[in-house]
């Protein structure tokens, strides 16, 4: 079967880093995209890799590891608008969308 | 801007009660998809859209169809809601199912059904 594993609830501190992290298995790999998600509303798009390493743009980066299926969001300089959930999804070798569940991030003061 | 937007945002039916949803977009993309969200679930994929061509998920109920009459609109309609169905309901478009392409969404429109 397919899968995305990520942490369900995580915790962090205003102007702290927090790594999010997600694993997955598919049946093959043709991206994986990060969405955030604040409570009520859509997702909405933050990043892409298809290539191992890093991808930074701003307070966010991304990172993939195509060998290990595995990916991080990294938040920098928290601030308190960042609390949402944010939603790994890979695409697979027929091109479907898989999601996981998402990680609900708490911003404390 | 170009954007997708759905109407309503919030909507509530009665038990087994049809109700529509609406998606309409100004991106000129391709494709549509009609998610459905539980609360702290992962979105699942109803249907898509590939222009006219439709593609429905082997497990979505019977229950569930969809409406493209044109690029620009598409509709959810649910003929019998139950109180399963109580869901957010999120329409995204994107130009190609291909790899690279990003799904932009639209604000959702939360069920509620009584």
């Known amino acids: 079967g397919q899968n995305i594993d990520q942490p369900t609830e995580m915790t962090a501190t205003e102007g702290a880093i927090v790594q999010i992290n997600c694993t997955y298995q598919?049946?093959?790999?043709?991206?994986l995209f990060w969405y955030q998600q604040h409570a009520g509303e859509a997702p909405t798009f933050l990043s892409y890799n298809v290539l191992d390493g890093l991808e930074e743009k701003g307070r966010f980066s991304s990172f993939l590891s195509r060998s290990k299926g595995y990916s991080y969001l990294l938040l920098k300089e928290l601030q308190m608008k960042d609390s949402a959930s944010y939603l790994c999804a890979v695409t697979d070798s027929n091109y479907q969308l898989i999601w996981g569940a998402g990680t609900k991030l708490i911003i404390k003061p | 801007d170009a954007m997708v937007i759905q109407n309503p945002r919030y909507q509530v039916t009665q038990f087994g009660k049809p109700v529509t949803l609406s998606c309409s977009q100004t991106l000129n993309h391709n494709v549509m998809y009609w998610y459905q969200q539980k609360s702290s679930q992962a979105p699942k994929l109803l249907f898509h859209?590939?222009?006219?061509?439709?593609?429905n998920e082997a497990d979505t109920p019977d229950n569930f169809q969809s409406r493209r009459p044109n690029t620009s609109f598409c509709f959810l309609d649910i003929r019998s809601p139950g109180l399963g169905d109580a869901a957010m309901y999120l329409c995204a478009t994107s130009t190609t199912t291909g790899s690279t392409d990003t799904q932009y969404f639209g604000p959702g429109t939360r069920l509620t059904v009584l």
């Open positions: 859209y590939y222009d006219k061509d439709f593609n």
């Open positions: 598919t049946s093959g790999f043709n991206g």
